[in-house]
Every structure is written in C-alpha cells, then in structure tokens.
C-alpha cells in the first residue's frame, strides 16, 4: 500500500466511532470523499450516504459499518470512580490495566495488583459491572463535572505498525471497512460506470445492524455489499476445525449459505479469478451477524454478499489485518462494479 494511503488510514484509525456517537467518523469520512461523490447526505439515524449517480439499474449498495465496540459509563461512585457497561460485545478480560478516552477526558481501568491476590487463588473471570475507570478525580463532585452518565468510552491505544505489512489497533472492526469502501467508491468516481452506486456507512452495526436495516430500506437497492472484517484463524488456541481455517494474507474471505445470493458470489469469483486476487471462504449456515443479513432482508429481498476482510483477534485493542488484503478487497470490489451491467439476473436457481 502507498504511503499516501497508509496517511488516510491512520488519519481515520485516530477518529473514535463508539455505536451511537458516529458523528466525528462520518463528519471525517464525507470531508475525505466530497470531492469524489455527488451531494453526500446523512438520514436521522446518522447513516450517511456517498451517491454516485447513473441511470442504469440495479442499484448497488455498498456498506461498511462505521461503528466500534465501546463502552459507556453507567455511573459514578462517591469517590469519583466511574462505573461502565459495555457497547456491543466487549470481552472484560481484555480490559483492565488499559488506557481510556471520554471526549478529551483521559483514563484508566484499574485492577487490583496481583500481589493481592492469595498464592494459591485462582484468578477470577472478569466482569465488566465489577471495573471502574479511574480518571484521577478526587470525589464524585469532580468527575461529574468531567463526564456525564451515558457518555460513551474508547479504549486510548495508538495504531501499531507490525512487520509484513501488517497493521494492529482497536475498532479496525470496522473502520478498516470504511477505508475500503472510500478507497473503492474513489477509484469507481473515475470510471465510466452502466449501474447506479451507492455507498454508505451505516451506524450502530455493534448493537444489532440498527444502521443497515434503516439504511437500507431508504436507499432500495436491488443488490448489497457488505463490507466487513471476518476471522482470520491463524494464530494459537484458534480452533480452525470449528471457525474455519482462514488466513491474513490470503485474500478477502467470502461468505456462502443462506444470506448470500449464489450467482453474485459466482460474479465476484469470476472477478477474482481474471484479476488473479485470491479468494478464502467462511461457511454461514444461518445469518451471519453482520450487516449483510438486515440487508438481505431488505423490502422484497436484496441479492447480497458478505465480504470479509482477515482479521486477527476481533473486539480487542490488538485487532489486526493485513493491508495486503485490504488493497485485495479494493481492487476486486472496483473490478466487479466496473463490469457490472443491467443483464444479471439475481434470481437464485
Ligand atoms: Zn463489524
């Protein structure tokens, strides 16, 4: 990847996107692609919509999720500590010793020191009702001068830069999805295209693809790309017989089953094949728990698929992918929309 585009992906990696506060990302995200796409709009849900028009049929959606797992404070105690409740499925054992943000407010969760603890006690499942934050207010009077009830929190951890091309950060679920799709929707704004595009980021995907059944309805498209991180499984204590042997560095994993429709998945393997982009899969029996499956379900029914981008430990502050695959995912998604045309037929058979 360019160094260019390694700036923008950081810039975006630096914007926090907890479900329900999306106003800062989608505020950055319609700065970054004004110039590319025609009149950007935002519904009341806070989904925003990327245009680009042209008079041919189907309609295309392109959807990244633009939220991140958080978490929110429930309340404060009287000596200024602030008590919190996940946002989406947040794993409390990967919580305490981390460093937090609320708006500008610094924090961190404690955790009592393992010299506490008796020799011969086991260490105790963590949870997240029982952690506090500690912003480093004397009393209750002062936190609450600082943040309110409801303000939501993340994780303060920079981007880290690994070897091969390999980057690690929190809430790369999904915010490395809506870099592919700016990218994508970038490079399509250059091309002469036969169907109409629309991209969006859809919000709150975290606590239950609230964005994607809204923004999908008002946008009406006849097919969906759901753009997404999926679970790359090669790393230790990964159960690849039971979550399927899927690689960083071996290409975007698409989904087959039920929410997916089949002669669009043979349309992006074709794709692939000509541009020589490899291809890995994830069996979805039953709804894949992304934004794809509110898509599906949209109106009469959408013809969509599910495209996953590798990822190594999901909803951690160490999420990482591969920006090998990434470029992957932009490439095979502007090939297939550039030869896209108003003579597929959807209908499975
Ligand atoms: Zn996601």
């Not at 429709?261 to 894949?288: G, H």
């Amino acid at each position: 990847m360019k160094a260019a585009a390694r700036k923008r992906l950081a810039q975006l990696l630096a914007v926090p996107s907890p479900s329900g506060e999306e106003g800062a990302i989608q505020a950055h995200v319609a700065q970054q692609l004004r110039p590319s796409v025609k009149g950007i709009h935002r519904d009341v849900h806070g989904n925003q919509y990327y245009p680009l028009p042209r008079k041919g049929k189907p309609r295309v959606m392109l959807c990244a999720h633009c939220d991140e797992i958080g978490l929110m404070v429930r309340g404060i105690d009287e000596h200024g500590f602030l008590q919190i409740s996940p946002i989406g499925g947040v794993d409390g054992s990967t919580l305490q010793g981390q460093r937090v943000r609320i708006g500008n407010v610094r924090g961190v969760i404690g955790c009592p020191p393992i010299h506490f603890r008796a020799s011969d006690e086991k260490p105790k499942p963590v949870s997240i009702d029982k952690l506090w934050v500690d912003i480093g207010a004397r009393n209750k009077a002062e936190a609450a001068r600082r943040v309110t009830i409801g303000d939501a929190l993340v994780l303060d951890t920079p981007v880290t830069w690994l070897r091969n091309d390999r980057i690690a950060a929190r809430g790369l679920d999904n915010r490395i999805g809506v870099f592919i799709l700016m990218e994508t929707l970038k490079r399509l704004s250059r091309r002469r295209l036969a169907v109409d595009v629309m991209g969006v980021t859809s919000v709150q995907e975290e606590v239950g693809l609230r964005g994607a059944t809204t923004s999908g309805y008002r946008c009406d498209p006849q097919v969906a790309i759901n753009l997404d991180v999926n679970f790359a499984t090669d790393h230790p204590h990964a159960d690849g017989a039971r979550w399927g042997e899927t690689a960083l560095s071996a290409g975007p994993i698409l989904a087959r089953g039920a929410g997916v429709n089949p002669q669009l998945l043979t349309a992006f393997q074709a794709v692939a094949k000509q541009n020589a982009i490899p291809l890995q899969y994830r069996a979805e029996p039953e709804a894949s728990g992304t934004d794809a499956s509110a898509l599906q379900r949209t109106r009469g029914g959408v013809a969509t698929l599910d495209m996953g981008i590798p990822n190594r430990y999901m909803h951690t502050a160490v999420e990482t992918v591969c920006l090998e695959d990434v470029t992957h995912c932009v490439e095979l998604l502007t090939a297939w929309v550039a030869q896209c045309n108003g003579t597929s037929d959807y209908t499975p058979r």
